[in-house]
């Protein structure tokens, strides 16, 4: 199936420090790029990858597994350390949970870590039923579209293959389990009034992570897809400032080029 218009990968050559965005579950690039290219005019080099089954169809997304969507952002960090001096890994809600794994296994390799809503649990009673009504039902509604801000729009999947959200719910134990070997500088975003992710799952991460440079920030404006939403640009803001303190290189003469 071909790619749906928006949801395409990006990607940006600029200086010497690299982000790698993570998009979410059944969503695209779509939702992280105004934060790519927020990044991109700023000189870093940016890559925006579109994760296998995503940004097509659902069916396309319905025989891919979470060994598929993890594969994919570890091949992109693996390019950019090998071309960035410092590499940051950013994540919306599953992508969150990518860049948590990243960071848990390549240590160092990972300068810091900006989570926007991220997951780490499948909630409700229907999450225990996956494992029996993934071979009996084939989707459940969509997740997307969580927006407050009117206007505002994710492209993301109507609906949501159940043999996918199965894979999903056994990836975020693993990265349950993985999160006290997260140690990087990290800034964790969260919307209180988010109709996917509950704000316990941002607890949960803070609770867990060995990161003593720790930031919480509180997005009152917003839903899920904040990336997207009316505190939008403060994510970039804050973002931006944060990777500033780490790569104090960023925005001065001779620390980035293009843009």
Known sequence: MPVLPGAEPFRHEGGEVGVLLCHGFTGSPQSMRP????????GLT?????LPGHGTCWQDMAVTGWQD???QVDRELRELRDRCAQVFVFGLSMGGALALRLAAKHGDTVTGLVLVNPANKVHGLSAYALPVARHLVRTTKGLANDIAREGSEELGYDRVPLHAAHSLRSFLRLVDADLPQVTQPLVLLHS????????????RILSRVSSTDVEEI??????????LDHDAERIFSEAYRFIGRLAPGVGKKGGTSGG
């Open 35 to 42: 934060w790519a290219d927020h990044l991109a005019e700023r």
């Open 69 to 71: 969507w993890y594969a």
């Open 46 to 50: 940016v890559s925006l990858p579109l």
């Open 192 to 203: 209180p009034q988010d109709h996917v992710v509950p704000p316990a799952d941002s607890a």
């Open 218 to 227: 509180l997005l009152e404006q917003s839903y899920h897809v904040a990336t």
